[in-house]
């Protein structure tokens, strides 16, 4: 498993691209378009070595817990963990680019490339950032995974299959672990409804 550590000044500048990445993904590249070929090779190099040691703890840890569900029996948190591991192998194909193919998709024009672009910067920021507990919880501000949904169609379907099975399910683990939230009442006001 790859591992990761560096100086605090190294750290720094982790930080640094990050920021970039995030500032990148939210719209705000840099301002003047002739300096963004140079900037996003320069931004990949920095955060290369984070997301590949992000990357297996991730993926064992589904592993893991994919083991455990099918050990008990709990179909609901099997479904879940795979569809889970469906959206991590989306979220890998997004960030396999290199430095090279980002600083052409950086110079292009064409709405295609740019998509690609914010895809990669997206899921790299996201992979990477410290996120809000609004976001981990309520599932606000994640990279949307329709532009690699267009380019693994099997995976995919995969997802949406798995995803029609947890979905009508997922309240009663919102409820049983975040009882006090707001969301926890709003599924047990829609599950009513949908029983009446």
Same mark, same amino acid.
């Given at each position: 498993m790859p591992v990761w550590s560096v100086s605090d000044r190294d750290e720094e500048i982790l930080a640094i691209a990050v920021r970039a990445l995030q500032a990148w993904a939210d719209g705000e590249p840099p301002r003047d378009p002739a300096l963004r070929p140079d900037r996003i090779p320069r931004i990949h190099e920095i955060v290369s070595p984070a997301l590949r040691a992000a990357a297996w +703890?991730?993926?064992l840890l589904l592993e893991r817990a994919f083991l455990d569900a099918s /050990?008990?029996?709990d179909l609901l948190f099997a479904a879940l963990v795979l569809r889970t591991?469906?959206?991590e192998a989306m979220r890998l194909?997004? %960030?396999d680019i290199d430095a090279n193919r980002l600083a052409i998709l950086a110079e292009s024009t064409r709405k295609e490339d740019q998509d690609r672009l914010k895809q990669f910067v997206s899921f790299a920021w996201a992979s990477l /950032?410290?996120?809000s507990t609004n976001t981990i919880i309520e599932g606000g501000g994640w990279p949307s995974?329709? +532009?690699t949904a267009k380019a693994l169609p099997r995976l995919e379907r995969a997802r949406a299959a798995l995803n029609s099975y947890?979905? +009508?399910n997922y309240g009663s683990h919102i409820v049983a672990l975040y009882p006090e939230r707001s969301a926890a009442a709003t599924l047990l %006001?829609? /599950?009513v409804a949908a029983v009446y």
């Open positions: +703890p991730r993926w /050990a008990t029996g591991l469906c959206e194909h997004a %960030l /950032a410290r996120l995974f329709n +532009p947890v979905h +009508p %006001l829609e /599950a």
